[in-house]
């Protein structure tokens, strides 16, 4: 009511919770490379481009992997995952000049990868898409970490919550001691709490891969 200045509709939807709400589902299958041209740091290189009379068009053709980002599953896709080495992790895309970047003189019409890349506009457009995808897989790969930590946070739960029912009964039974059941109910909390963590850095995550996707994607 603070925030609105007035009194709250009375129409408004039933209160749910985030799980409610759905906010952690899976990540879409088929995502392309093509949503990261919506990053506002790609635009503004390609913008610094334009003012030196560069061709857009050929510099996303050289240097703008055009490629499926998810599998089927929702995971990162072979191809994406090819665009760095094993190694070290390093970028491993290969540009490749089909169509003049400057089209202002037959010199620099003909001038190779290496060359091009001597223009301080054309090097900062790469880098940034070099950092805009590995933003991309940086979260890819938090997220499969963080779907094996979910798994292990509720087995953890449902196991020590099914405990504390046990000694519960035994306490009511007067089998188990106080001692006993205050420390069921500590380690059913603490479990329950990580649960909860864990499902916060999974939203994180997704708020972070809908960042480097350049929104609009999930």
Known sequence: MLLLGAPLPADLPPEKTLQEMHLDAGI??????????????????????????????????????????????????????????????????????????????????????????????????????????????????????LDDQLAAAEGQTKSELERKRLVEQRFANGIAGALDRLDAERAAYAAQQSLLQVRANRLINRADLYKALGGGAL
Do not use: C, H
């Not at 068009?57 to 050289?62: I, L, T």
């Not at 089209?103 to 091009?116: I, T």
């Open 28 to 145: 879409p299958a088929g995502l392309l490379s093509e949503l990261l041209e919506n990053r506002p740091d790609i635009i503004q290189a390609e913008y610094a481009l334009r003012a030196a009379n560069a061709n857009i068009g050929a510099a996303r053709a050289a240097f703008f992997p055009r490629i499926l980002i998810t599998a089927s599953d929702g995971v990162a896709s072979a191809s994406f995952s090819q665009l760095f080495s094993a190694s070290q992790l390093a970028w491993s895309f290969a540009p490749s000049l089909t169509l003049p970047i400057f089209d202002f003189g037959r010199n620099m019409a003909n001038l190779d990868v290496a060359e091009v890349r001597k223009n301080i506009g054309v090097a900062q457009y790469e880098k940034t898409i070099q950092t805009a995808f590995r933003e991309v897989a940086d979260a890819l790969a938090g997220r499969a970490t």
